[in-house]
């Protein structure tokens, strides 16, 4: 029978497989290798024969040539043609054969070639009659020798190429040598290993065989393994135990009869199979199937189908795994309830529970955390959750997670977290290692609880603790907390009242013993009724013993007190040993400071009175003299008198207001008053100096400012007085403007009016504004005065202001000018008693005629004041009649008629406040009992006015007494009176 290609090459591919590629390869290999070596030394004898053929026709070439060159020197010394022609063609050859001999050795080619350029062009020249003869001789010479040492050099390198190359041609076939030798006795071992490879092959393919039958009925997993037609060739002890068949029983029989599994159908399991065969692959199949057993009973199972492949790789059979499921399924479904059941307690709670894996990602949170945090499990896993974390916190929380699960330890941390509202809440994040059964390491389990309540309960009671201790240790007296009867706190002041370094000596001591043996009882019995009671007790005095053994008597009240569930007090207690020793210190000092202030009262009053007298004297008797005929230079001497007078007075009254201010005896009286008055007063006062300096001096009222208000009219005069009068003397140029309106009331009873003060003079430096209102506070503080003045002017104004409950600012620009705010309060009057006060205020003289001057009574002590008022009234159009006592203005009055008596209040025999209530009570003064009284007196003091109104008198002139005001106070007399003076109403 004859073999085709294809079942040769069918051997040849069995006898490669089942005989070892790896040796054919080897033996392959070695017989390219020697072909290779073969090769390569043929090349060599072809270079050694050409080197050798290159070197006989140099040989050759220099023969020719010096045969050549022979010939033409015979032909030169005999002169014959013929041979010179000869030889010359004999040197071409030679030439001709060099140059292609100088192609095998191309490292001397060029000097070759330039030599044999240069015998030609010699060879050349000998043809050329125009060229000496021993001239080409010498140069055919010359280049003769070049070209045979050329040839000659040629030569030595032919035969060194050629012994190079015979010695490179031995070495390499003892090479080859060597390599065929080697290679053959490896081929030669490789095939002895190949042989003993083989049989050790087959020993361990049938150990093999064993172990795999032994493994088969060893192992949990039932195996069925089966031909390529789907019958069973084996079952192992488990798959006889899944099925229900024997091994015997199942030989032959379909896979299909024996393998049943459900609910795919026999056909399904057998098409499994053969799908498998037909594709060459291995089926796992891990839906839950049910195998049905041999006797019926069915339990789930796994299975997996996988080709047995020939030594060719071509599928011959497959075997079936089957995998018993029942227990695991109980397991599964056991650790479902279990799983569940865990998750519905981490659920059910408040606790926010999580759960990280080996690498510190989180890969659980329960429902309260997402409910907390409002977001989903999606956006909580791995490092999400750390975008919930306060980025102050932030750094603080990771670097404690990581340290822990690094170090395998449980940890506790507080941090805030962002809740659903967008808020920022605390929680305590405690979290541990867990591992499995086996001690693997799974990573972290930990739970959160909502601490922000707790944390603000424990905020606001540090904060409630904090404010105590600080209250309790800058208290001015002891303090100390008793529970159970001992401290539990005590405060510095109270530390230092027992006579103790640290408070640590008290603290936990027993109360009662540090109190008197005198009083311990009571003390007991009080901290029953604290403790147990629960009740206050009363302030009591009681005498505590210090640590030194002094004892100290203190006032000591408790109330009830609880202090982490235990009831105890709050016990303040302070010396009352110095308490008393100051009380009395206290009421001798107000002793002295009243018998001082009634002193200082008295002197002032006193000096007032004997100041005023004389001065009052003097400034009458310059009043008078200014009535007379002076010269020019008389009548300025008697005006600075005047003036200064008139400042003394004021001078007088500044220091007196200022004492009765700062001693509080200073009150107001208030009463209803025109407000165009004040504008008039001004004007009176301040027209004459303002015009005099080239000043205008401006008055407003607001149209809207009520006619009449109730208020302080001479305080407030005396307010407006004291800074338009600044304004005035400050002012050189320019004008001084006085601005009154009212402001929005605080009720409808009440009234403000603003008061605005401006003027053009030299203003104030910003330094001065702080002390201007200070007692005696000048603008210019120089030797060098322009201004004259106390400076007590502006600290009574705002004394007065204070005292009005009124507001005053200065706003001045140095140079520029200053403008005074002033802000006080009035009543409003009611619509009848406005009719009633303005017709009061504006009452005119009634209009029955009176004949003749009216008759003034001037009762006076004093001589001098007695000759100045009467001469003055004289020069005023009044009729005067003197008395210089209170006994003797009795006697006139009751003989005579008078319209009106100024009434001296200190005189000798009767004094003026006798006197006037004789006059308003006496019978005999019936008809004169109403007559008008104006004191006129020195007193001045607080209080003064008011004891003499008191009296019966209807008006008061202070001493000094001025015209203006004494025509004044005579006016307001007889007005009210009903008598009208005829006389002018001034004299100078």
């Given at each position: 029978?004859?073999?085709?290609?294809?079942?040769?090459?069918?051997?040849?591919?069995?006898?490669?497989?089942?005989?070892?590629?790896?040796?054919?390869?080897?033996?392959?290999?070695?017989?390219?290798?020697?072909?290779?070596?073969?090769?390569?030394?043929?090349?060599?004898?072809?270079?050694?024969?050409?080197?050798?053929?290159?070197?006989?026709?140099?040989?050759?070439?220099?023969?020719?040539?010096?045969?050549?060159?022979?010939?033409?020197?015979?032909?030169?010394?005999?002169?014959?043609?013929?041979?010179?022609?000869?030889?010359?063609?004999?040197?071409?050859?030679?030439?001709?054969?060099?140059?292609?001999?100088?192609?095998?050795?191309?490292?001397?080619?060029?000097?070759?070639?330039?030599?044999?350029?240069?015998?030609?062009?010699?060879?050349?020249?000998?043809?050329?009659?125009?060229?000496?003869?021993?001239?080409?001789?010498?140069?055919?010479?010359?280049?003769?020798?070049?070209?045979?040492?050329?040839?000659?050099?040629?030569?030595?390198?032919?035969?060194?190429?050629?012994?190079?190359?015979?010695?490179?041609?031995?070495?390499?076939?003892?090479?080859?040598?060597?390599?065929?030798?080697?290679?053959?006795?490896?081929?030669?071992?490789?095939?002895?290993?190949?042989?003993?490879?083989?049989?050790?092959?087959?020993?361990?393919?049938?150990?093999?065989?064993?172990?795999?039958?032994?493994?088969?009925?060893?192992?949990?997993?039932?195996?069925?393994?089966?031909?390529?037609?789907?019958?069973?060739?084996?079952?192992?002890?488990?798959?006889?135990?899944?099925?229900?068949?024997?091994?015997?029983?199942?030989?032959?029989?379909?896979?299909?009869?024996?393998?049943?599994?459900?609910?795919?159908?026999?056909?399904?399991?057998?098409?499994?199979?053969?799908?498998?065969?037909?594709?060459?692959?291995?089926?796992?199949?891990?839906?839950?199937?049910?195998?049905?057993?041999?006797?019926?009973?069915?339990?789930?199972?796994?299975?997996?189908?996988?080709?047995?492949?020939?030594?060719?790789?071509?599928?011959?059979?497959?075997?079936?795994?089957?995998?018993?499921?029942?227990?695991?399924?109980?397991?599964?479904?056991?650790?479902?309830?279990?799983?569940?059941?865990?998750?519905?307690?981490?659920?059910?709670?408040?606790?926010?529970?999580?759960?990280?894996?080996?690498?510190?990602?989180?890969?659980?949170?329960?429902?309260?955390?997402?409910?907390?945090?409002?977001?989903?499990?999606?956006?909580?896993?791995?490092?999400?959750?750390?975008?919930?974390?306060?980025?102050?916190?932030?750094?603080?929380?990771?670097?404690?997670?990581?340290?822990?699960?690094?170090?395998?330890?449980?940890?506790?941390?507080?941090?805030?977290?962002?809740?659903?509202?967008?808020?920022?809440?605390?929680?305590?994040?405690?979290?541990?290692?867990?591992?499995?059964?086996?001690?693997?390491?799974?990573?972290?389990?930990?739970?959160?609880?909502?601490?922000?309540?707790?944390?603000?309960?424990?905020?606001?009671?540090?904060?409630?603790?904090?404010?105590f201790r600080t209250l309790a240790d800058s208290a001015p007296e002891g303090i100390f907390i008793q529970i159970d009867g001992r401290f539990a706190y005590v405060n510095e002041v109270a530390t230092r009242l027992f006579g103790a370094r640290e408070q640590e000596e008290l603290l936990g001591g027993h109360v009662p013993e540090l109190f008197h043996p005198n009083c311990r009882e009571q003390v007991c019995d009080r901290i029953r009724t604290l403790n147990q009671g629960q009740k206050q007790v009363p302030p009591a005095e009681e005498v505590i013993l210090r640590l030194d053994g002094s004892s100290l008597d203190v006032e000591v009240a408790a109330v009830p007190f609880s202090l982490a569930g235990r009831n105890g007090a709050l016990v303040f207690f302070h010396e009352v040993g110095s308490l008393k020793r100051a009380a009395e210190a206290m009421r001798q000092a107000k002793e002295a400071a009243e018998s001082a202030s009634l002193a200082k009262s008295e002197f002032l009053a006193n000096m007032s009175h004997e100041i005023r007298t004389p001065l009052n004297g003097v400034l009458g008797m310059l009043q008078l003299m200014g009535t007379t005929s002076l010269t020019a230079e008389q009548q300025e001497y008697?005006?600075?008198?005047?003036?200064?007078?008139?400042?003394?007075?004021?001078?007088?009254?500044?220091?007196?207001?200022?004492?009765?201010?700062?001693?509080?005896?200073?009150?107001?009286?208030?009463?209803?008053?025109?407000?165009?008055?004040?504008?008039?007063?001004?004007?009176?006062?301040?027209?004459?100096?303002?015009?005099?300096?080239?000043?205008?001096?401006?008055?407003?009222?607001?149209?809207?400012?009520?006619?009449?208000?109730?208020?302080?009219?001479?305080?407030?005069?005396?307010?407006?007085?004291?800074?338009?009068?600044?304004?005035?003397?400050?002012?050189?140029?320019?004008?001084?403007?006085?601005?009154?309106?009212?402001?929005?009331?605080?009720?409808?009873?009440?009234?403000?009016?603003?008061?605005?003060?401006?003027?053009?003079?030299?203003?104030?430096?910003?330094?001065?504004?702080?002390?201007?209102?200070?007692?005696?506070?000048?603008?210019?503080?120089?030797?060098?005065?322009?201004?004259?003045?106390?400076?007590?002017?502006?600290?009574?104004?705002?004394?007065?202001?204070?005292?009005?409950?009124?507001?005053?600012?200065?706003?001045?620009?140095?140079?520029?000018?200053?403008?005074?705010?002033?802000?006080?309060?009035?009543?409003?009057?009611?619509?009848?008693?406005?009719?009633?006060?303005?017709?009061?205020?504006?009452?005119?003289?009634?209009?029955?005629?009176?004949?003749?001057?009216?008759?003034?009574?001037?009762?006076?002590?004093?001589?001098?004041?007695?000759?100045?008022?009467?001469?003055?009234?004289?020069?005023?159009?009044?009729?005067?009649?003197?008395?210089?006592?209170?006994?003797?203005?009795?006697?006139?009055?009751?003989?005579?008629?008078?319209?009106?008596?100024?009434?001296?209040?200190?005189?000798?025999?009767?004094?003026?406040?006798?006197?006037?209530?004789?006059?308003?009570?006496?019978?005999?003064?019936?008809?004169?009992?109403?007559?008008?009284?104006?004191?006129?007196?020195?007193?001045?003091?607080?209080?003064?006015?008011?004891?003499?109104?008191?009296?019966?008198?209807?008006?008061?002139?202070?001493?000094?007494?001025?015209?203006?005001?004494?025509?004044?106070?005579?006016?307001?007399?007889?007005?009210?009176?009903?008598?009208?003076?005829?006389?002018?109403?001034?004299?100078?």
């Amino acid at each position: 029978m004859t073999a085709g290609p294809g079942t040769w090459l069918a051997w040849l591919h069995d006898r490669l497989l089942h005989h070892k590629l790896e040796v054919w390869g080897t033996v392959v290999l070695c017989a390219l290798v020697c072909v290779s070596i073969a090769w390569l030394h043929m090349l060599h004898l072809n270079s050694l024969a050409r080197a050798t053929q290159g070197l006989q026709s140099i040989r050759l070439a220099r023969m020719e040539l010096a045969r050549g060159m022979l010939a033409v020197a015979l032909a030169d010394s005999a002169d014959s043609p013929f041979q010179l022609e000869q030889g010359m063609a004999q040197l071409r050859q030679a030439v001709q054969a060099l140059e292609r001999s100088s192609i095998n050795a191309p490292q001397s080619s060029a000097t070759l070639r330039f030599s044999l350029a240069q015998l030609q062009g010699s060879l050349a020249a000998l043809q050329d009659p125009s060229v000496p003869q021993r001239e080409k001789q010498t140069g055919l010479n010359i280049a003769y020798h070049a070209l045979d040492r050329q040839a000659e050099a040629l030569d030595v390198q032919g035969r060194e190429d050629i012994a190079a190359l015979a010695l490179s041609l031995n070495r390499e076939f003892r090479t080859a040598l060597g390599i065929s030798g080697g290679l053959l006795v490896g081929v030669v071992g490789l095939a002895i290993l190949a042989g003993r490879a083989r049989r050790h092959a087959e020993s361990a393919r049938r150990d093999m065989a064993r172990r795999h039958e032994i493994t088969l009925r060893s192992i949990g997993d039932g195996v069925i393994v089966a031909d390529a037609d789907g019958r069973v060739e084996l079952l192992n002890p488990m798959a006889e135990t899944l099925t229900g068949w024997t091994d015997a029983e199942a030989r032959g029989r379909p896979l299909a009869d024996v393998a049943n599994i459900v609910p795919e159908t026999n056909g399904q399991t057998v098409a499994t199979i053969r799908d498998m065969l037909a594709r060459g692959r291995s089926v796992s199949v891990l839906a839950p199937m049910l195998l049905a057993s041999r006797d019926g009973t069915r339990r789930p199972v796994i299975h997996s189908v996988a080709p047995i492949r020939d030594g060719r790789g071509r599928p011959v059979g497959s075997v079936l795994v089957l995998r018993d499921r029942t227990e695991e399924r109980q397991f599964q479904q056991a650790l479902a309830e279990s799983e569940q059941h865990y998750r519905t307690l981490a659920n059910s709670g408040t606790a926010l529970i999580w759960a990280s894996d080996t690498e510190k990602l989180c890969t659980y949170f329960n429902d309260p955390w997402l409910r907390f945090t409002g977001r989903t499990l999606e956006e909580e896993l791995g490092y999400g959750w750390v975008e919930g974390v306060h980025p102050e916190d932030l750094d603080r929380c990771i670097a404690i997670y990581a340290e822990a699960f690094d170090h395998r330890e449980p940890f506790s941390m507080e941090y805030r977290l962002m809740h659903a509202s967008g808020e920022y809440r605390w929680i305590v994040d405690s979290g541990g290692p867990r591992y499995d059964t086996q001690g693997e390491f799974l990573g972290y389990l930990g739970f959160c609880l909502d601490i922000s309540e707790r944390r603000e309960a424990e905020a606001a009671l540090r904060e409630s603790e904090e404010r105590f201790r600080t209250l309790a240790d800058s208290a001015p007296e002891g303090i100390f907390i008793q529970i159970d009867g001992r401290f539990a706190y005590v405060n510095e002041v109270a530390t230092r009242l027992f006579g103790a370094r640290e408070q640590e000596e008290l603290l936990g001591g027993h109360v009662p013993e540090l109190f008197h043996p005198n009083c311990r009882e009571q003390v007991c019995d009080r901290i029953r009724t604290l403790n147990q009671g629960q009740k206050q007790v009363p302030p009591a005095e009681e005498v505590i013993l210090r640590l030194d053994g002094s004892s100290l008597d203190v006032e000591v009240a408790a109330v009830p007190f609880s202090l982490a569930g235990r009831n105890g007090a709050l016990v303040f207690f302070h010396e009352v040993g110095s308490l008393k020793r100051a009380a009395e210190a206290m009421r001798q000092a107000k002793e002295a400071a009243e018998s001082a202030s009634l002193a200082k009262s008295e002197f002032l009053a006193n000096m007032s009175h004997e100041i005023r007298t004389p001065l009052n004297g003097v400034l009458g008797m310059l009043q008078l003299m200014g009535t007379t005929s002076l010269t020019a230079e008389q009548q300025e001497y008697v005006t600075t008198a005047l003036q200064s007078s008139r400042r003394l007075t004021r001078l007088l009254a500044d220091i007196l207001d200022l004492s009765r201010i700062e001693s509080g005896k200073l009150s107001l009286q208030p009463a209803a008053f025109e407000v165009s008055g004040l504008e008039d007063a001004v004007r009176e006062l301040f027209a004459l100096a303002a015009s005099e300096k080239g000043v205008a001096l401006e008055c407003h009222m607001a149209p809207d400012l009520p006619a009449v208000v109730v208020g302080d009219e001479a305080r407030l005069r005396q307010i407006l007085f004291n800074l338009v009068g600044n304004a005035v003397k400050f002012t050189q140029t320019g004008s001084v403007q006085l601005d009154m309106r009212p402001l929005p009331g605080r009720t409808d009873d009440t009234l403000r009016v603003l008061f605005c003060i401006r003027d053009t003079g030299i203003g104030m430096a910003e330094s001065l504004l702080k002390t201007i209102f200070e007692p005696f506070s000048q603008a210019e503080a120089a030797y060098t005065r322009r201004f004259q003045g106390a400076g007590l002017g502006l600290s009574i104004v705002r004394k007065l202001v204070t005292l009005m409950e009124g507001e005053l600012c200065i706003d001045s620009d140095d140079g520029r000018g200053t403008t005074a705010y002033l802000v006080l309060p009035f009543a409003r009057l009611p619509l009848r008693d406005f009719q009633t006060g303005a017709a009061t205020v504006r009452t005119q003289a009634q209009e029955d005629a009176y004949n003749g001057p009216p008759r003034v009574l001037f009762v006076e002590d004093d001589e001098v004041n007695s000759l100045a008022g009467v001469k003055l009234l004289e020069k005023l159009g009044y009729t005067p009649t003197a008395a210089m006592n209170g006994q003797e203005a009795l006697e006139l009055l009751a003989a005579h008629r008078f319209d009106v008596v100024l009434m001296d209040v200190q005189m000798p025999v009767l004094d003026g406040m006798a006197t006037t209530r004789a006059i308003r009570t006496a019978s005999r003064f019936r008809m004169q009992s109403r007559i008008p009284i104006i004191a006129m007196t020195a007193y001045a003091m607080t209080g003064d006015k008011d004891r003499f109104l008191a009296a019966g008198m209807d008006d008061y002139i202070a001493k000094p007494m001025d015209v203006d005001t004494l025509l004044r106070a005579l006016e307001r007399a007889l007005s009210r009176s009903g008598a009208s003076a005829a006389m002018p109403s001034a004299i100078m």
